[in-house]
Structure formats: structure tokens, C-alpha cells
């Protein structure tokens, strides 16, 4: 029963991140059904993966004198593989529910927890081969990073943020292609590095420490400060965009109040530009809490209805009007 639970508390911070991510998102939470079909989409694609590579290396004939070169070339092309497994587990849940991208914020958190299902079924396929009822399973994924309950999810938040780039390639004035491939870059070569230090594991004891077993370690130690660092910026980045969405539909709403109501109207302006609002008024209890009633005239479902007209406007332009008048009769009515 404790070996159930382990695959779970081994992702538990990863999971954390998922709660961090839904609760900053000021625009539109994530319902939790899309959240948890993105996690059996990565079980799903964790499983796809540990099979194609499963029965492409059965075929490798390896013996004591080729057994160097063949294994780096077993583990190098199962890398290849299970990196490509990630990435279409997370276009073809985009391609079911594209729907629910709108956002830089929806693109990290479904893909983190495409990831977070991989490196569940990661840990869970290393108890399953660890008991030893597996025996040929075990043996043809011996020089693969599938088996050792490694797995790096946070990784995916990345490849989000990459398909976020490409499908907004022309809303930027920034050169999105080129900082989408830097970004793939980088996550190709954190999985090989990372697979690389799985693969050192094998020339060392796990009772003794060798070089190896530092190079394995630093090499850990450095990916993982990789994944961190870009789960941390691009969560920054999301909320960022999630405001700079709702700067911009403000600021055009703002230039389209009538000089006679510009004064009252412009005091809920300075509420609709403060983002604690927006935060705060996703939780019933954390907006009593705050006593955000007492703060503005505008209601907590005002803020709600507002982000939507906002986020619809951004995804489609062209009907910005409609949203924009949408909008000003929110401000309106609580004027």
C-alpha cells in the first residue's frame, strides 16, 4: 500500500505548482475535469511511450563486445523517442481541447500536468519493474531512462509555453519563432542530459560513491534548477500576460466613456486595474475575507464577467466591439 502512494508524493511539489498556477490565474480558472483528462493524457502518453521503446529494443542484439556502443545508442535514440512522446501527448490534447487554450497561463498549467502524468507512471513503472514479476519488460528497458522513477514534469511547462508562441506567432511584436525554438533547445537538451545521467547510474554501485555517482548527482541537480527556473519565469510571464490582457482592454474601454461619465466611471477604473481584485475575487471566502467589499463598489462577480470580455476580445479581435460594450455596461450598472 505505501509503494501505491509513492508515485504521488514523488510529484507532490509538481502538483503544488498546478494549485499556484490555477490560483493565479486571474483571467479564467481551469476546470478541474480538463485538468485531470491532461494528467491521463500524460499517463496515456507515459504508457504509448514505454512500449514503442520497449519493443524497438527487444530488437538490439547486444553482447560483451559491443555492449558500450550499442547502449549509448539504445539510450540515445529511447531519449529521442520518449521526448517525442512528450510532445504530442501535449498537441493531442491541445488538438481535442484547444478550446480551453486561450491564455500563456492555460498552455503551462495543462502541459505541467501532461507532465505530472508522465512522471507518475514513471514512478509507478519503477515499482512495477523493481518487483521483478516483469522480468522481460525490465530487461529490454535496462539501457532507456524508462524504470528508474526519474522523471523531470516541470519540463513541460516549457513546451507550453513553446505552443503558445507558435500559435500566437502573429500577436507579437517580439520574433516568436525564434524564441520558441531557443525554448525547444533547451528542453531537448535538458531531457538528453538528464537521460545521460540515468544512463552513468549503470557504471556505479548504489552502495558506493564513484565519479560517476557525482556526475549523476550534479547532472540532477542541474536540471531540475532548469526546470525551476523556467516553471518560475514562465509562471511570472502568465500573470504578467494575464494583466497586460486586461491593461489593454481597459485602456481602450477608457477611451470610449462619455466626458459626462468619464469622473464616476474613472473611480472603478482604478479598481479594474488593481490586480488583487482579480485574484481575491476567484475565492468567496478569500474576497470576505479581505473584506474587498468594503474596498469597492464593484461586485466579486463583476471582476469575473469583466477578465471574460477581456479575454475574449484578446483571443478574438474582431469582436472586440461587442465585448467592450459588454464590459462598459458592468461599470455602468455599478455606477
Known sequence: MIGFYFPLAASISSILIVFIIRFLDVIEKEAWKYVFLSF?????????????????????TTSVDNIFSNSIFAFSFSTVLLFSFQV?????????????????TDYVLYSVVIGIGFSVSESLMSLILNSGKFQGLASALYFSPFGYGQSIPLLFAAYGAILFLITYRNRFNIKPLLCASILSIISFAAQIFYSFA????????????????????GLFMLISNISTILIVGLIGLSVLHDFYILQIFTDKLSDRIDPLMKQQVDILLVDIRNPFFYILSSNKLLWRLFRCRSKTTLSQKAFGSYSRHALEAWVLPSAAELHLNKALKILTIAE
Do not use: M
Not at 491521463?40 to 530488437?59: H, I, M, P, Q
Not at 504530442?88 to 500563456?104: A, D, G, P
Open 40 to 60: 491521463l493524457a500524460g499517463c496515456l502518453g507515459y504508457a504509448a511511450s514505454v512500449f514503442s521503446v520497449a519493443e524497438v529494443l527487444r530488437l538490439w
Open 88 to 104: 504530442v501527448s501535449c498537441l493531442i490534447f491541445y488538438y481535442f481541447h484547444n478550446k480551453q487554450f486561450e491564455t500563456l
Open 198 to 217: 540515468i544512463y552513468i547510474v549503470n557504471f556505479s554501485s548504489p552502495h558506493i560513491v564513484t565519479p560517476f555517482t557525482d556526475i549523476s548527482a
